[in-house]
């Protein structure tokens, strides 16, 4: 079975842009979740997708936006880039949103704003 | 809300030592605990979790992990540490109703020496 596909897996913006990073999950899986990695911050939660509907939010601003498609397929967004949203954003797939359910990690997208 | 206490930021082991990493949660029920392996640049491997039952569970390469609920902790251990373990291990929890929604520790960065 594939695993979690990030693209792309590096990326350098500027301040100001705006950014689209996509997750393919493992295949049945049907809940996407988003974290941003960075040295200051460590691992923290962004958002997650179940079923082409957001379920969970983490505590980051409305720059930040996700989607998912039908094929759970999902999409990150952020815009107005800032300097310090510099970091690895990972993506994992789990095959529920509730119980005993374990969470997939892809590659990352490393993401550098300039 | 939930959180991970990883107390060691760095931990140097020589080859062939025994390891342990520790970890604390505070999580007003039982939880879902997993210990996650990071690589540089790389996304996270998952190595071990608990859900509940048997409390030293069993995960991949050797490592294995105790859940104390008295002592709200779930440290990894592993008998025989090899050069390739070294890493940054990451422990989390999340609650049973929002189980992909991970909170992780700071991480502990395991140095293998020869």
């Known amino acids: 079975k594939a695993g979690v596909t990030q693209t792309p897996r590096y990326l350098i913006k500027t301040r100001g842009q705006q950014v689209t990073l996509s997750c393919s999950p493992i295949?049945?899986?049907?809940?996407v979740s988003w974290y941003q990695q960075t040295p200051g911050q460590g691992l923290q939660f962004l958002f997650e997708y179940f079923s082409e509907t957001q379920r969970n939010k983490g505590n980051f601003p409305g720059r930040f936006s996700g989607r998912q498609f039908s094929n759970s397929r999902s999409e990150m967004n952020v815009s107005t880039l800032e300097l310090g949203d510099s970091a690895l954003y990972l993506c994992?797939?789990?095959?529920?949103?509730?119980?005993?359910?374990?969470?997939?990690f892809g590659q990352g997208t490393r993401l550098t704003v300039v | 809300a939930q959180s991970v206490t990883q107390p060691d930021i760095h931990i140097t082991v020589s080859e062939g030592a025994s390891l342990e990493l520790r970890c604390n949660y505070s999580?007003?029920?039982?939880?879902?605990l997993f210990w996650y392996v990071q690589s540089p640049g790389q996304g996270l491997q998952l190595l071990l979790k608990y859900f509940s039952g048997d409390t030293l569970v069993q995960g991949i390469k050797g490592f294995e992990a105790e859940f104390k609920r008295s002592q709200s902790s779930f440290n990894l251990r592993k008998p025989s540490v090899h050069w390739s373990d070294a890493a940054e291990y990451f422990c989390a929890v999340a609650s049973t109703g929002t189980a992909s929604k991970l909170t992780f520790g700071t991480g502990t960065r395991l140095q293998v020496t020869l």
């Open positions: 994992a797939s789990s095959p529920r949103t509730m119980g005993n359910t374990e969470a997939f």
């Open positions: 999580y007003g029920a039982t939880p879902y």
């Open positions: 295949s049945g899986h049907r809940s």
